[in-house]
């Protein structure tokens, strides 16, 4: 089972910063949160990926709380080719098992 | 562009048939997964590669399906006497296992679809 639960869906004027929330109440010390997004019909697009600080690359930052149990993926400035479904997957650095466990995600929709 | 391409990128064949999906990781990627995703829902974990060597296999990969890696390169996936529910989209990831955390990235995927 996936170990994070995101909402189904969000809505965003476009321009706007899009915030997406990511609940992992049950991670644990060497877990890290890894987000990808995927548009229609395409691959996951991998974003970005975070241990305990906050990360910040050309396409999002990642915030992750004290107690990492939640976190937060921020577009800072959405575009309407940011409409897809963005995954919260986390998954153990080193684990004899390599798979990444996806849950639903959450449709973002950017609106003009 | 360097990233992992998937051939063919979309497959409709008939129930029974055989059919053969290609993979080509990042170069310098020694590990490669395959995935499997239906309508609506996020991609399921299949098989997974480090070099030649297949590691792991999900129970969803029954007796009809074979993956290889022959050298460490390509990657092949092949689905035997296809069916109806085999219908999806299989995803190819690739990752390095050097420095770091070893981040997975994705193919376009190869959309089958059987009649």
């Known amino acids: ?3 994070t639960t995101q909402p189904p869906s969000m809505d965003c004027a476009e321009g706007r910063a899009a915030n997406l929330p990511c609940n ?3 991670i644990s010390g060497n ?3 890894y987000w990808y997004r995927q548009i229609h019909s395409q691959g996951p697009q991998y ?3 975070g241990l305990k600080n906050n990360e910040t690359n050309e396409m999002a930052s990642l915030i992750i709380t004290e107690d990492r149990k939640s ?3 921020i577009l800072p400035h959405a575009t309407l080719r940011d409409t897809a479904v963005y995954y919260c997957i986390v998954r153990g650095y080193m684990d004899s098992n390599y798979q990444l466990i996806w849950g639903a995600g959450t449709k973002l929709i950017i609106k003009p | 562009d360097t990233g992992v391409s998937q051939n063919p990128r979309h497959k409709i064949t008939k129930r029974g048939q055989n059919v053969t999906f290609r993979c080509d990781p990042i170069s310098e990627h020694n590990r490669l997964y395959w995935y ?3 309508l609506g829902q996020g991609p399921e974990f299949l098989t997974y590669f480090q070099n030649e060597a297949q590691l792991e296999k999900s129970r969803l990969l029954s007796d009809r399906f074979s993956a290889e890696r022959p050298k ?3 990657s092949t996936l092949e689905i035997q006497r296809t069916e109806q529910g085999d219908s999806a989209m299989y995803l190819c990831a690739s990752s390095f296992s050097g420095v770091g955390t070893d981040t997975q990235y994705f193919g376009p995927g190869t959309r089958l679809t059987v009649l």
């Open chain 1, 24 to 26: 992992h109440s049950t």
């Open chain 1, 47 to 49: 974003i970005i990926h």
């Open chain 1, 71 to 73: 976190s937060t993926l």
């Open chain 2, 36 to 38: 499997r995703q239906t």
């Open chain 1, 1 to 3: 089972d996936a170990k």
């Open chain 1, 31 to 33: 877990e890290y949160v």
């Open chain 2, 72 to 74: 460490g390169s390509f």
